[in-house]
Every structure is written in structure tokens, then in C-alpha cells.
């Protein structure tokens, strides 16, 4: 999942920051009260597989949260508006969050504890987390009684089938492609081929792959085993979309709510207002509450803009919120060492590793020794500094995060964790050998205030190795849509992705199997390396967990230090703060950040 466009257990953003921070420190930040060894804990907790829950762990309504009580209004501060409100177009992570209150799917994570660390998958809209008996070629879901659209409208296995046809249709281009490839039996692309226009031609999916015989039943059939199907159902990419009420492209902005809450009024870039969905049902979720009467969206809150406001806490700040703003990196320092702030911040560590992709289309970045010099060249002290230094993230070596099993801390291939400002004079005899010393490097980043700082400062470093870069911004909101364009213009631009689950088959083949380079996919570096392309397959067969981690890190060197399609910045953490009349405020490690579900007003 991409990051804030970010991805969430199913998900680019910046952090604001002071003075310009250009290359030569050898460390972003300070370490003065950070905590390592609680941050590699809390990654390594993550790494643990996620259990699926039965039909009794399945039953709403969800436990209540300690000295929770309705009523009020909800403040929610955030910096980017939502691209996407159609569930089929939703893999990244700030509307995935959003997703957690307003789309329901047939599985959904149900946190276990009041601190947001123990989860398991259970039946969201079905009665259980999925039955198979075939060690997971085929499997098995039963709708529960009263489950209904925001218009009243009963939720039938005729939705589910139309939720899942429709994701073979062109318009559907943002969203995960697990189910349908699995559908289909392919890695790649070509899923398409098996429903080719969606359902809106009058031609289904065949029952041999996807059964609904009655009004409450859904069977899926593989054609080998996907053991891992309740996760990726319980994604957002995965939540039901009504029949009746599907209009296709509008639905994108104005979707049926099978969740708690309901969209009222939405105007992209400035303002949402969610309220109550009358039709939903406790009794049906086990995962969320409607504590709150509304929740009230501000856009184009930059994170220290939210911070100040938040750390002010007046009036209706003191019932505020971003569910995805960070603290700024010039307050996190404080906010991070402040006692007083300790009951209304949150942290925690996140599935993201940050990457700068090359683009693999364009003509000039084809040349191997091109990328290396701009692997070494390239410094990611700044962009850690922009984030808040070491409190917010830590430098990176390879594409799998510490939250995922199979990372290895000790590979870093370009020097960046002994030498974060990067190696400019290695990159120059590159550059050099190359012939291509002053070549045009167009860098493509977000037009944030973070995004203006930290481009800046890297570009000034790809500079002293001999690289002519031109910096060119892309809109927040738009960024990760913008990025995923086949014929965009940028060289070089960065992206953040978050494991879909605690495992490296959620993270390299939607990234970088070259079968999978499409309009809006997520093979961003448009790589189409054969071995890369024959590892995922061979890979993607081990079912031992732990040779399948050790298989997928084997791969993920090879990207990274052969290929040389990314080079990987950074691993994520997070910070949120709220307001003193916030209450149930949890840091959850699937959701990566704040859980909306448990929210109410003290």
C-alpha cells in the first residue's frame, strides 16, 4: 500500500519542517530520548502472522471502549483531500483510513486489545474469516442477516459478485489485484482478460471461479492455493460496492456507506462532513463503534499547521484530530519529550520503506551505470531530517521493512546508514564512465512544504555528482495517481509503500513484477526484469513461511543492488497528536496510525 498516499494492512507524504537541510551531516536528527528498543519491538511484533477468527470472534457488536459515551463533534485535520472514495479505487493509506468508517468488506481486522497491538482477521460482513477445506484453492463465505446499504438497501452475494466483477473493468486502475489475479491465474496484468469490460456488458465471471449460489453465499475457486485470502479481503480495495446503486466513474465521489458513518457533503480540497449511517447495525460489526454524531474534515492543513493547532488545543481544536497528519518535524522533538502530552500523542512504527524510483521507461535510465551513480549520489539525510530526524524514521537498506519477516538489517548496498549524505564522488566517476556527466535528471516531488524542502536538498546533492537535475512539483492530491501515469515525465520521484500484510508477497511483486506495469499500478519504476519476474513466480509456490521470508529478501537484494530501479530512503514511524476532549485515542499497528472506529468525545 502506498504511503499518504500510503498503504495499510488491507496501505508520500512529508513532514514540514524549519531551516533547509542540505547534504554533508552524517545523521538526520537527534537520538536525545528516542527509543530503540521499543521501536524494535514494536516492529518486531508485527512481523507475527495475524490468526483468523471463527463465527463466535465474528459477532458484533464490537466490545466497547473503556469511558466511551456518544455525542459531538469531531474536528478532523488533514493535509491532503481524498482522490478516491470508491472502494475498488483505494490503495492508499489516508483513504483507507477513511474506508475504516464508512466501507465494510466480507473480513475486516478486529483489534483484540485497547492498545491497537493484538489483531485478528475475522468475518466483517460474513459470518466467519472464510472456510476451506482445500488448503485454500477454494473457499467459502456466508453473509450475515441485516447487513444493509446506507440507503436501506439489503447487502446480497449478488453485491459481492458485482464488487468483485467490476474490478476487471478499465475505469478500476488504482486499487489492489491480488483477488483478481488469483482469480485468474496470473501475476500480472492479463487478469483482465477474464471479464475484460466488468460486469457492465452483461457478462459475469464463470462459476468455475466464482459461485454465489444463493442470496447469502459466496465461493471463491482457485486454481491453486491462496491461503492468504481473509487478508486480502479485508482490504479496503476489497469492500462491497452496491449493484443497484453502482454509477460506475461518480461513484468515486459519492459512494453507498455500508460502515457507521456516511458521506453528507464532500468538496474535494476544502471540507467532508461523515454522520451517522442509520442503517448499520452494531449487532452485524464486530470492529466499529458510532460514538460520535459527525465528524467535520478540514483539507490543505499542512502537519504543522494541525501540530500548532492541535498542541494549542482550543475550542474546537480540543476535539480535534488528522487521522494521518504527523507531528512536524519542528515540534516532534518537544511533543515526543513533553509528560504533560503524553495522554493525547500516539506513536508507533510503521510497514513503509520509503524509495526513490528510476524511471526504468525513459531511454536515459536505462544505463545501469547511470543508476548507480544516482544511487550513490543521492543523499537521504535531508529527507530524514524533513521528516523530524531519527524520531520519525530510520535510515534504510533494502525494500523490506522491519516490520516484515525476512528484513535484514545489515544490508545497505549503497552505503546509506554509514554514509546518509550520500557518496557524490564515487557517483561523479560513474557519472563519468558513463559519458554522461551534466545529463538532465528530472525529479519529480510533492508540492508540499516537506516535498519543496527535502527535493531541494536532494537535488542539490545529485548536483555535485554531475547530474543537471530539474525539479518538478506534483499536487499532494493527485501525487500517487500522477506518479503512476506509463508516459509521466519524471526521471526520478519518491514513493512509500506498507506491506498489505505481514509479508514480502505484498510488497515485491505488486512493486516490481514487470507483468504488472500498467496505467495507475503500482510498478512505478516500470521494471520488467525476467529473473525478478521468474523469482515472484517460483517464490510466490514455497509455503514454508520462514524459506519464503528468506526466499523474498534473496530477491529484494538482487533489486535493489543489480537491478537498480529504486533506491531505498527510509523506514517509517509515526506521531499523532489530539485534542484534550479526545477520547479512545489508539495507535494501531495495521492501520499504521490513529484507529478512527474507537473514537469518541470525553
Given amino acids: 500500500m502506498s504511503r499518504g498516499g500510503r498503504h495499510l494492512y488491507g496501505a508520500l507524504s512529508v513532514l514540514a519542517a524549519g531551516a533547509l537541510v542540505l547534504t554533508g551531516c552524517s545523521k538526520g536528527g537527534s537520538d536525545n530520548g528516542t527509543n530503540d528498543k521499543k521501536d524494535q519491538q514494536d516492529a518486531k511484533r508485527q512481523q507475527a502472522s495475524i490468526k483468523f477468527g471463527d463465527a463466535a470472534d ?26 478516491h472514495l470508491d472502494p475498488g479505487q483505494i490503495y492508499v493509506s489516508d483513504e483507507m483510513s477513511l474506508s475504516q468508517l464508512i466501507h465494510r468488506g466480507l473480513t475486516g481486522y478486529k483489534a483484540t486489545s485497547n492498545d491497537g497491538s493484538k489483531h485478528e482477521v475475522v468475518g466483517d460482513l460474513a459470518t466467519d474469516s472464510g472456510t476451506t477445506t482445500d488448503g485454500g484453492r477454494t473457499w467459502k463465505y456466508t453473509l450475515k442477516d441485516g447487513i444493509k446499504f446506507q440507503d436501506g438497501t439489503p447487502i446480497t452475494s449478488k453485491d459481492v459478485r458485482h464488487t468483485i466483477e467490476r474490478l476487471f473493468a478499465p475505469f478500476i486502475n488504482q486499487g489492489p489485484a491480488y483477488v483478481q489475479q488469483w482469480l485468474a491465474d496470473t501475476a500480472g496484468a492479463d487478469y483482465r482478460k ?37 487478508y486480502a479481503l479485508a482490504m479496503a480495495g476489497y469492500s462491497v460496492v452496491s449493484e443497484k446503486g453502482d454509477t460506475k466513474e461518480k461513484y468515486d465521489k459519492a459512494p453507498l456507506a455500508t460502515g457507521p458513518y456516511k458521506v453528507r457533503s464532500f468538496k474535494s480540497g476544502k471540507s467532508m462532513v461523515l454522520v451517522k449511517n442509520t442503517n448499520w447495525d452494531s449487532k452485524t460489526d464486530p470492529l466499529r463503534h458510532q460514538y460520535v454524531n459527525q465528524f467535520t474534515f478540514t483539507f490543505n492543513q499542512q502537519f504543522e499547521t494541525s501540530t500548532k493547532a492541535l498542541l494549542a488545543d482550543s475550542g474546537a481544536d480540543q476535539t480535534g484530530l488528522s487521522f494521518n497528519n504527523q507531528v512536524d518535524a519542528g515540534n516532534l522533538s518537544n511533543v515526543l519529550r513533553d509528560p504533560k502530552l503524553k495522554s493525547r500523542t500516539v506513536s508507533g512504527y510503521q510497514s513503509y520503506v520509503g524509495q526513490m524510483n528510476i524511471n526504468m521507461s525513459h531511454p536515459a535510465m536505462k544505463d545501469k551505470t547511470v543508476r548507480e551513480a544516482i544511487a550513490y549520489a543521492l543523499p537521504v539525510t535531508p529527507f530524514v531530517r524533513a521528516f523530524g530526524g531519527t524520531d520519525a524514521m530510520e535510515v534504510a537498506g533494502g525494500l523490506i521493512s522491519p516490520t516484515v519477516s525476512g528484513y535484514d538489517p545489515s544490508f545497505d548496498p549503497w552505503g546509506k546508514k554509514k554514509k546518509p549524505a550520500g557518496d557524490p564522488d564515487k557517483a561523479k566517476a ?4 558513463a559519458g554522461k556527466l551534466g545529463m538532465k535528471l528530472t525529479f519529480g516531488y510533492i508540492n508540499t512544504p516537506e516535498g519543496q524542502q527535502y527535493s531541494t536538498a536532494m537535488a542539490a546533492g545529485l548536483k555535485k555528482a554531475g547530474f543537471d537535475v530539474q525539479r518538478q512539483e506534483i499536487p499532494a492530491e493527485t501525487y500517487y495517481d500522477q506518479v503512476s501515469k506509463l508516459n509521466n515525465n519524471y526521471d526520478i520521484f519518491h514513493t512509500a509503500w ?35 519476474n521468474s523469482e515472484i513466480d517460483r517464490i510466490s509456490k514455497i509455503t514454508d513461511p520462514a524459506k519464503s521470508a528468506a526466499a523474498w529478501e534473496k530477491l529484494d537484494q538482487y533489486i535493489v543492488k543489480d537491478v537498480v530501479n529504486v533506491v531505498p530512503t527510509a523506514y517509517y514511524k509515526q506521531t499523532q497528536i489530539a485534542g484534550t476532549k479526545v477520547g479512545g485515542l489508539v495507535y494501531d499497528d495495521v492501520i499504521s496510525g490513529i484507529d478512527p472506529r474507537r473514537l469518541y468525545i470525553k
Avoid: C
Fill in 194 to 230: 477474464l471479464l475484460k469490460d466488468g460486469p457492465y456488458k452483461g457478462k459475469h465471471l464463470p462459476n468455475s471461479v466464482l459461485r454465489t449460489p444463493d442470496e447469502k453465499t459466496i465461493v471463491f475457486h482457485f486454481k491453486t492455493p491462496h491461503p492468504d485470502l481473509p
Fill in 58 to 83: 465474528s459477532t458484533g457488536p464490537a466490545a466497547d471502549v473503556p469511558g466511551a459515551k456518544p455525542g459531538g463533534t469531531m474536528e478532523v485535520l488533514q493535509r491532503d483531500t481524498y482522490a
Fill in 498 to 532: 506498507g506491506a498489505d500484510w505481514p509479508s514480502a508477497s505484498t510488497v515485491i511483486p505488486p512493486l516490481y513484477d514487470g507483468r504488472v506495469i500498467a496505467e495507475g499500478a503500482q510498478n512505478y519504476s516500470q521494471v520488467n526484469d525476467p529473473k525478478i
Fill in 430 to 433: 560513474l557519472l563519468k564512465k
